[in-house]
């Protein structure tokens, strides 16, 4: 039997300014689309271990990949100066 995806709440502010922020973002929209972490790893072509780093803001998660997650999942990254 598959595990049951509990869907998490939107952060507060679309604001990013530190990496555990960024990876509430992952993990809602993760958990939002009702995939596991698992699943969600696999589509992303990477280890789960590696998405769950992500998604509690550690550190050791190379850019491209956080950014082709982030991809995965729809959101968008800007960069204002």
């Known amino acids: 039997?598959?595990?049951?995806?509990?869907?998490t709440d939107k952060p507060q502010s679309s604001h990013?300014?530190?990496v555990?922020?960024?990876g509430s973002f992952?993990?809602?929209k993760r958990t939002?689309?009702?995939l596991s972490l698992e699943k969600a790893a696999l589509l992303c072509?990477?280890?789960?271990?590696t998405l769950s780093k992500l998604e509690k803001g550690?550190?050791?998660v190379r850019l491209s990949t956080a950014l082709e997650v982030a991809t995965m999942f729809?959101?968008?990254?800007?960069?204002?100066?």
């Open 45 to 49: 072509n990477i280890n789960h271990l």
């Open 32 to 34: 939002q689309a009702g």
């Open 58 to 60: 550690s550190e050791g």
């Open 26 to 28: 992952i993990k809602y």
């Open 16 to 18: 990013i300014t530190d």
């Open 1 to 7: 039997m598959a595990k049951r995806v509990i869907p």
């Open 20 to 22: 555990k922020q960024f």
């Open 74 to 81: 729809g959101l968008s990254i800007n960069v204002d100066d």
